[in-house]
């Protein structure tokens, strides 16, 4: 199935949902996730207790 292999983006979310509704596309929207950032230095990584 090659409809699922095709993947868009757009710069908003109206733009992708008018875009799937002209077309007659089924679509689901994938909202992002925040990541947690940790502060680490460079002597971290050499650090015996990891």
Do not use: C, G, H
């Not at 992708?16 to 925040?34: H, L, R």
């Amino acid at each position: 199935d090659t409809m699922s292999e095709v993947k868009l983006e757009f710069s908003t979310r109206e733009q992708a949902i008018n875009y799937a509704k002209k077309n007659n596309i089924d679509y689901y929207i994938i909202e992002p996730q925040k990541r947690k950032i940790i502060k680490k230095s460079y002597t971290d990584n050499f650090l015996k207790n990891k």
